[in-house]
């Protein structure tokens, strides 16, 4: 049955069954700063980030199984109240002080209690919230792409009016037959519903992204399963992911990664090799503490672009 890619995407992710209800959890499929080597490294920066912004509750939003929660509880001072919210049960390795919470999914965000001074983060949560994905037909009008079960595409209707509108306003036209728009509202709407769930602090969406000046004309949809890009199939085989509209947010600041994390004190640069010579257990840590920084800041991560929305 043809069904609108939102409607399709988000059964295929978060319904019975879904791709990230699975027991391996995103970290089986593919790698990401927050659950690969270079984890440790970004949970210092973020402890630095709540520090320099007096900030002493760190909510992980969209957290997988809690990888970067617990690189956090080992280096965290135990002032620091620590939150992990996905869509699973609380996982069995979790360190005890990380409170859990659940979450139906997608655009939805749980009750997280309204809390103050929070560093809210959710790092790559915004690309596999389902959004419309609309075509231009051959007069270069904007369809919404319906979807099969096996991934085959039809085009549908004329992209209905809220969706058109925030095409016109953050994707505008004209659109060449064949161009996709993957239209952002819904992001949007999940990046406000997120800040409406917290008291006071600071609200970091991290993602893969575009600006309206390099939006990509065939669009970004895509599948991954298995650490490899796949087509798009919404079975519930493979995650889905399109990359997101970061100006459409409504964010205070924008930020490239590579930017905000050396600001924050991350230094790629190499030790020294006389070093190797004088202390070599020095050299090796700081040979492989400059190679997560460079992982962390350069090309691709270093790319992502980090939404800040300050709660008052
Ligand atoms: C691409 S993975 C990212 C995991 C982790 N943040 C990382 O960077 O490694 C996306 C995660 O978002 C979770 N997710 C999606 N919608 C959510 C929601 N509304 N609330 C909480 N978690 C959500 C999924 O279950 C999945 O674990």
Do not use: N
């Not at 709540?50 to 929660?69: F, H, K, P, Q």
């Not at 953050?170 to 769930?197: C, K, N």
Request: charged share 25%; glycine share 12%.
């Amino acid at each position: 049955m043809a069904r609108t890619w939102e409607q399709a995407w988000g059964e295929a992710l978060y319904g019975e069954g879904g791709f990230y209800r699975r027991a391996e959890g995103p970290a089986g499929h593919f790698a990401t700063s927050a659950q690969g080597p270079a984890a440790d490294l970004l949970a210092t920066t973020l402890l630095e980030l709540a520090r320099r912004e007096s900030l002493t509750t760190i909510i992980d939003v969209a957290c997988g199984r809690g990888e970067l929660l617990s690189s956090l509880a080992s280096q965290a001072d135990p002032s620091i109240r620590l939150v992990g919210v996905d869509i699973v049960e609380r996982p069995d390795r979790l360190p005890a002080r990380v409170e859990w919470r659940r979450s139906p999914g997608g655009a939805e965000v749980p009750d997280l209690g309204s809390p103050m001074d929070a560093l809210v983060l959710a790092h790559e949560w915004l690309d596999v919230v389902p959004c419309p994905v609309a075509q231009a037909d051959g007069q270069g009008r904007l369809r919404t792409v319906l979807v099969g079960d096996d991934g085959a595409e039809t085009l549908g209707d004329l992209l209905p009016g809220p969706d058109r509108d925030w095409s016109d306003k953050h994707w505008p036209g004209p659109h060449a037959p064949g161009d996709r728009v993957e239209a952002g509202r819904t992001r949007d709407a999940a990046f406000a519903a997120l800040i409406d769930r917290v008291g006071s602090g600071l609200v970091a969406a991290v993602d893969y992204g575009h600006l309206r000046d390099s939006r990509p004309p065939l669009g970004t949809l895509v599948g991954f399963a298995a650490g490899s890009v796949c087509l798009p199939v919404p079975d519930g085989s493979c995650d889905i992911t399109a990359h997101v509209a970061m100006d459409s947010l409504g964010a205070d600041e924008l930020h490239t990664q590579g930017d905000l994390l050396r600001d924050l004190g991350l230094d790629g640069t190499r030790p020294p090799l006389e070093l190797a010579r004088t202390d070599p257990a020095r050299y090796l840590a700081a040979l492989s503490s400059a190679s997560q920084a460079a992982a962390l800041t350069g090309s691709g991560p270093g790319g992502f672009v980090w939404a800040l929305r300050r709660v008052r």
